[in-house]
């Protein structure tokens, strides 16, 4: 079976795992075939693969196509987790509106294949229907931008694809939207791998995230989100340094005497992990200042942080003794 590494490469292209494979961890998630049916296909049925947790989600998308269900769903094998996307985010959360977003799919695919050739006429085209959808459907616009993100990000057409990503989340704060967290954290993850999310504005989430969260929450969240972004390959960065230091110092004037040991404990036990990424080597000056008390602290008692054969350690050596 794939190692950790090997097994991260491969899901990050779309790869599907043997379930139970080492060091797929939280990365991935079970792959059903889902058996659908339709009258106008005889004896043909239409499978496709679809994480367990979104199966209904994908039941109700084919259910408006017309198919039904033909079997009963079965594990096939552990693939890369995707937060659900427009359409079938809508079908799901808001099914009265189905049928608008799904009206549009055929206009969208169209765009799509201008996105190479003709970026500036798919990206006026795409904010053409955005519009329609802010008069009357806002709560649509976040996920439409990411698919949107996602066209052009395939396209080759990277400075695009952070346009919209932006005018996803402006559209969430314009409107007011209910955020999903855990969603969010999925869809920062997915466009950070890609080099979409931009460091700052990474770093600009977990100010978000302490707005919406108690203090020490909203400082696990963002490790966990800092540290998955890490194992994906998105380089450590001084502006995420800051933003996890802000986070401890809230957590800790929020936790107070009582819980002030717990808080302080998070940061070690984050860059502990961190440290033995790879991605970890290639931080900058600037991070390694950021969090260089709590890189010493940890380099006097563990013996994996002094290491020195170990690229992250020998960086951190270096910015230590500067």
Sequence with gaps: ?????????????????????????DRAVPLTARTYRHPALDD??????????????????AGFLGLTPGAEPAVVGLGPRR????????????????????AVVPELQKLAKQARSRP???????????DRFARTLPHLLPTFFERAARVFLAAGQDTYATQLFNRARKAEAQHGLPI?????????????????????????????LS??????????????LALRAAAAGVVPSAQSASAVNRLVRAATRAAGRTGAAAVADRE???????????????????????????????????????????????????????
């Design 44 to 61: 043909r049925p239409v499978v496709r693969l679809v994480d367990a947790a979104l199966g209904e989600g994908e039941d109700i998308a």
């Design 1 to 25: 079976m794939p190692g950790e590494d090997s097994a991260g490469s491969l899901l990050a292209a779309g790869a599907v795992l043997p379930t139970g494979t080492a060091g797929a961890a």
């Design 120 to 130: 500036k006429a798919a990206l006026d085209g795409h904010q053409a229907v955005a």
């Design 180 to 208: 999903d967290l855990n969603r969010l954290d999925e869809v920062y993850l997915r466009f950070a791998s890609a080099k979409v999310v931009s460091a700052t504005a990474l770093a600009g989430y977990a100010k978000e």
């Design 268 to 322: 070690p036990a984050y860059l502990t992990e961190l440290l033995r990424l790879p991605v970890a080597a290639e931080a900058p000056a600037g991070w390694w200042k950021a969090h260089l008390p709590a890189v010493t602290a940890l380099a006097g008692r563990d013996p994996a942080i002094r290491r020195s054969g170990d690229p992250a350690i020998r960086r951190s050596g270096a910015a230590c003794s500067t």
């Design 211 to 224: 707005a919406r969260l108690p203090a020490a929450e909203a400082l696990d969240r963002f490790c966990r």
């Design 83 to 102: 937060p659900l996307a427009f359409p079938e985010w809508v079908l799901v959360h808001h099914p009265a509106d189905g049928r608008h977003a799904l």
